[in-house]
């Protein structure tokens, strides 16, 4: 292949933590079939991305985009925001 491009990994979650600085802790969450029952379950993973100006914040839906290793805990940068967190 002559124009070999890479596989990038991309997951859209909700950012659950913005205390840290230029780090957001996002919550993904998957529905995968149960192994032995068949019952459609909720599973939810947590990643630490990059957000290098801090412009998200708490319930903003964003999508994140896995790099090199930017620090012990921290692989992924967020690209762009889906959705804005409502005003309440």
Request: proline content about 1%; overall charge positive; hydrophobic content about 40%.
């Amino acid at each position: 292949m002559s124009d070999s491009k890479k596989l990038v990994r991309t997951l859209i979650g909700k950012v659950v933590s913005d205390k840290r600085a230029k780090t957001v802790t996002v919550l993904v969450e998957r529905r995968v079939k149960h192994a032995l029952y068949g019952k459609i379950v909720s599973m939810s993973s947590k990643y630490h991305a990059h957000d290098e100006k801090g412009e998200y914040h708490l319930g903003d839906i964003i999508e994140i985009t896995e790099s090199r290793p930017l620090s012990k805990t921290k692989n992924w940068v967020v690209t762009k925001l889906v959705q804005k967190a409502a005003m309440v």
